[in-house]
């Protein structure tokens, strides 16, 4: 008892799922965008996905595959304080993972 796992897990596919809006520089949309940002430091995306009836816009998702790549668990100790140089050296492990599912998704 006291073990956890941490799964490296990366889908394939999630950038087609929304369509950003187009904001070239001059734009109506980048000038607001860019006044947000000046506001409150975030720069508000604008997108849009297909609607219930119609498929050419709306905030649903659009229907587009999805290939989601699961690694091998990295097992995980249980310690009451754990140390930062402990958290750095899990998210290394993490990140090494996460970055071979990408390189590499057939293992």
């Known amino acids: ?5 941490l799964v490296p ?7 087609d ?5 187009s904001n070239e520089r001059g734009s ?3 000038f607001i965008q860019t006044k947000i940002k000046e506001i409150t430091g975030i720069s508000p995306a604008l997108f849009n ?8 816009f ?6 587009v595959p999805l290939n989601i790549v699961f690694g091998a668990p990295i097992p995980v100790e249980k310690v009451e304080h ?10 290394k492990k993490y990140c090494e993972a ?10």
């Open 9 to 15: 897990v990366f889908t394939f596919g999630e950038n």
């Open 49 to 56: 996905g297909r609607g219930i009836f119609n498929y050419s």
């Open 1 to 5: 008892m006291g073990k956890a796992y």
């Open 82 to 91: 754990s140390t930062r140089k402990q958290v750095e050296e899990l998210h």
């Open 98 to 107: 996460l970055t071979k599912l990408f390189d590499d998704p057939q293992g």
């Open 17 to 21: 799922v929304y369509t950003q809006v």
């Open 58 to 63: 709306g905030l649903l998702p659009h229907r």
């Open 28 to 30: 109506w949309v980048r």
